[in-house]
C-alpha cells in the first residue's frame, strides 16, 4: 500500500528522471520532458481543432503542422472518449486509425506514433502498421487480451487510471482517499505488467476520466506523489473541463489556462505533455528549461 504523507513544496521539486526506451529495436532515452501531439481521426473529439479526417486533404496539413511545432510523439485516436461519445465498432475504429498510421510511417518514418485505444486488435493492427507506442485509457480493464497483446508486441504502453468506461465514468467519483487509491491501482498493475513481460510503463492519472473538477486538481497539486512508482508520468490536461469550467470558458478558448496548468504539471515532474497546441507547449518547455537547465 501507499501510504500517502504531506506535499512536498515547490522548492523541494524533484528533477525528472531519466528514463531509457525500445522503439522497434532502437534504445532512446529520455532526460527531460517530451510533446504529445494529438491527431484525431474521428469526427466527434471535444476540442474540433484535433480532428483530422483521413480521406481529407486537412489530415496532411495537421500531421506536417504538429511535426513542424515540434512534436515528439503523435497519438492517433480513433474513438473519441469524451462523455456522451457515439459508440464505435472495431472494424471502424482500425479503418480509421490503420491508414493514418501507414501514411505518417510512410512521410514521415522519423516520428514516434501513438495509438491512443483501448482495444487490443486495434493496438495489434496499428503497431504492425508502424507505430511505436500503445496509449490505453482503461489499462487493460476494458480488454482482457490488451496487456497480453502488448507484451507480445514489446512496445512502450501507456496505462492511464479510470473507473468504468467513457459512457458512465462520471458517475464513479466516489473515492475515499483518491491519490492512495489511485497509486495502489498502478502497483497492482505494475506487477501485473511484469508477469506479461511489458517493460516500458508511462503512467497517466488520468485527469478527467471518473475525476471531478475538484480532485483533478487535487492530484494535480500532488504529481510528484507519482513519482514514488518509479515510471515517466504523463500529463493529459489539454483545453479539458477542469480548465474550461473553472474560467467559465469553452474549450475553444482554454488554450491560456492549458498552458498555464502545463508549466505547473513540469514543474511537478511531468514528463510527458498530451497537448492539442504543440507550438505553445513547446515553448512552455523551452521556458521550464530556462528555469530549470
Not at 256 to 280: I, P, S, Y
Request: hydrophobic content about 40%.
Amino acid at each position: 500500500m501507499f501510504p500517502v504523507t504531506g506535499v512536498s513544496s515547490f522548492e523541494d521539486r524533484v528533477f525528472p528522471q531519466k528514463y531509457t526506451f525500445q522503439f522497434n529495436g532502437r534504445l532512446q532515452v529520455w532526460n527531460s520532458p517530451k510533446i504529445m501531439g494529438i491527431l484525431n481521426v474521428t469526427p466527434d473529439s471535444f476540442f474540433g481543432k484535433s480532428r483530422a479526417n483521413f480521406t481529407s486533404n486537412d489530415f496532411a496539413r495537421q500531421v506536417e503542422k504538429l511535426i513542424s511545432e515540434g512534436a515528439d510523439i503523435l497519438d492517433i485516436g480513433g474513438y473519441s472518449t469524451r462523455p456522451g461519445a457515439a459508440e464505435v465498432s472495431e472494424e471502424e475504429e482500425i479503418n480509421r486509425v490503420v491508414p493514418a498510421v501507414e501514411w505518417i510511417s510512410k512521410n514521415f518514418p522519423d516520428i514516434l506514433l501513438s495509438v491512443d485505444t483501448f482495444r487490443a486488435n486495434v493496438a495489434l493492427q496499428a503497431i504492425g502498421s508502424g507505430a511505436h507506442i500503445v496509449n490505453d485509457i482503461s489499462s487493460g480493464d476494458l480488454d482482457p487480451e490488451m496487456i497480453p497483446t502488448v507484451g507480445k508486441l514489446k512496445v512502450p504502453y501507456i496505462a492511464m487510471h479510470m473507473r468504468g468506461n467513457p459512457s458512465n465514468m462520471h458517475e464513479l467519483t466516489n473515492y475515499s482517499d483518491i491519490l492512495a487509491e489511485i497509486l495502489n491501482y498502478f502497483a497492482e498493475k505494475q506487477e501485473q505488467f511484469k508477469k506479461f513481460g511489458i517493460k516500458d510503463v508511462i503512467i497517466d492519472p488520468g485527469f478527467g476520466f471518473a475525476k471531478t473538477i475538484e480532485q483533478n486538481y487535487f492530484l494535480l497539486k500532488n504529481l510528484k506523489q507519482f513519482q514514488r512508482l518509479s515510471s515517466p508520468i504523463l500529463v493529459g490536461i489539454s483545453r479539458k473541463s477542469m480548465i474550461y469550467k473553472t474560467l467559465e470558458i469553452n474549450a475553444d478558448d482554454a488554450l491560456n489556462g492549458t498552458t498555464a496548468l502545463n508549466m505547473f504539471a513540469l514543474c511537478q515532474g511531468a514528463n510527458l505533455l498530451r497537448v492539442h497546441d504543440v507550438k505553445e507547449a513547446k515553448e512552455t518547455l523551452k521556458l521550464y528549461h530556462t528555469i530549470y537547465p
